[in-house]
């Protein structure tokens, strides 16, 4: 019985009213998990500072890589859809963005973020 009472009674044992007045103890306070305003705006200055060196960074691409790149990851069309754009083949497609990626990542690995 005493270990059904325990089972029973297991989420009730140890839960106590926030509000519930402590007598001789301080009240209970929660922390406040949200960041806080300016940690926020550095995160979207940086965010911001990111896209447009994303954008420079695709903009400086050749024609052809910047569409595929474009219509591939901004538009979220596929290899086979794009292919069909410029008339040419869905293995041309994937050397386009592989390269486009290649010079992507070479032009941004260096780039230091700041605000």
Known sequence: MAL??????ARVRGHES???????RR?????DDTI??????IVHGLREKMQQAVRLAVSGL?????TAVVL?????IGCEQIAVLPGCSHQAVRSLLYRAYVALRIRLAGL???V
Do not use: S, V
Not at 4 to 9: G, I, K
């Open 4 to 9: 059904n009472w325990l089972r029973d009674n």
């Open 18 to 24: 926030l509000e519930a007045p402590r007598p001789g």
């Open 27 to 31: 009240n209970r306070q929660l922390a």
């Open 36 to 41: 806080p305003i300016d940690e926020r705006l």
């Open 62 to 66: 050749p024609e052809r890589q910047r």
């Open 72 to 76: 591939h990851q901004f538009e979220g």
């Open 112 to 114: 230091e973020l700041r």
